[in-house]
């Protein structure tokens, strides 16, 4: 068994041989979320011998912690527009190792992708030269077009629905057919100056 003054100088040349690592970044994990408003970055330092912690957001800083007697634990906070919950979780997994995991609205990154891709359909497009990101949320047919919520307007026609807004001076519908599949369901089709847009995937 070692005495308490051993371990204490071997934390101190731990400590001094990392400090200048430390000073320099102390960034552990990023990731980008994909929303209905756009991709989110989320970046998250941690100190693991002060216990600091840091969140940003699209590069603004959320959540700052300075001293933390416990390394482990969780951070919570918001993304986007439609203020998302999202939160950090921190568990050690031996040592001076550490696990980060993002959860969104509860879940795990991985699982809030892939129900966003059977809730969502994603159209990426360029007009005019300006890159456009065009998001139907198919449970509420809300539009949203590089960040912002677009004014709709619903019609039924003959082999099912058209949901009409405009980017710029250009005309957009989303139509909206069943695909005679039950598996399948709906099938929604993004079209732009009569044109039918690929649907993109993130």
Request: charged residues 35%.
């Given at each position: 068994?070692?005495?308490?003054?051993e371990?204490?100088?071997c934390?101190?040349?731990?400590?001094s041989?990392?400090?200048?690592?430390?000073?320099?970044?102390?960034?552990?994990?990023?990731?980008?979320?994909?929303?209905?408003?756009?991709?989110h970055?989320?970046?998250f330092?941690?100190?693991?011998?002060?216990?600091?912690r840091v969140?940003?957001?699209?590069?603004?800083?959320?959540?700052?912690?300075e001293?933390?007697f416990?390394?482990?634990g969780?951070?919570?906070?918001?993304?986007?527009a439609?203020k998302?919950?999202a939160?950090?979780?921190?568990?050690?997994?031996?040592?001076?190792?550490?696990?980060?995991?993002?959860?969104?609205?509860?879940?795990?990154?991985?699982?809030?992708?892939?129900?966003?891709?059977?809730t969502?359909?994603t159209w990426?497009?360029s007009?005019?030269?300006?890159?456009y990101?065009v998001?139907?949320?198919?449970?509420?047919?809300?539009?949203?077009?590089?960040?912002?919520?677009m004014?709709?307007?619903?019609?039924?026609?003959?082999?099912?629905?058209?949901?009409?807004?405009?980017?710029?001076?250009?005309?957009?519908?989303?139509?909206a057919?069943?695909?005679?599949?039950?598996?399948?369901g709906?099938?929604?089709?993004l079209?732009?100056?009569?044109?039918?847009?690929p649907?993109?995937?993130?």
């Open positions: 068994m070692a005495s308490r003054e371990i204490t100088v934390e101190d040349e731990v400590r041989r990392y400090s200048h690592l430390e000073r320099m970044t102390d960034l552990v994990a990023v990731w980008e979320v994909a929303l209905s408003d756009g991709i970055k989320i970046e330092e941690h100190g693991t011998t002060s216990g600091k969140v940003y957001v699209d590069g603004k800083e959320e959540i700052r912690k001293w933390m416990k390394l482990v969780k951070e919570t906070f918001t993304v986007g439609a998302t919950r939160a950090i979780n921190i568990d050690a997994v031996s040592g001076f190792a550490y696990e980060y995991t993002l959860e969104i609205n509860g879940k795990s990154l991985k699982k809030h992708m892939e129900n966003r891709s059977k969502t359909n990426i497009l007009l005019g030269g300006t890159d990101r998001v139907l949320e198919k449970d509420t047919m809300d539009v949203w077009c590089n960040g912002q919520k004014e709709t307007a619903g019609e039924f026609v003959e082999d099912g629905t058209e949901t009409h807004f405009s980017v710029g001076d250009h005309s957009c519908y989303i139509k057919v069943s695909s005679g599949k039950r598996k399948e709906i099938i929604h089709t079209i732009v100056d009569d044109r039918e847009i649907e993109a995937v993130e």
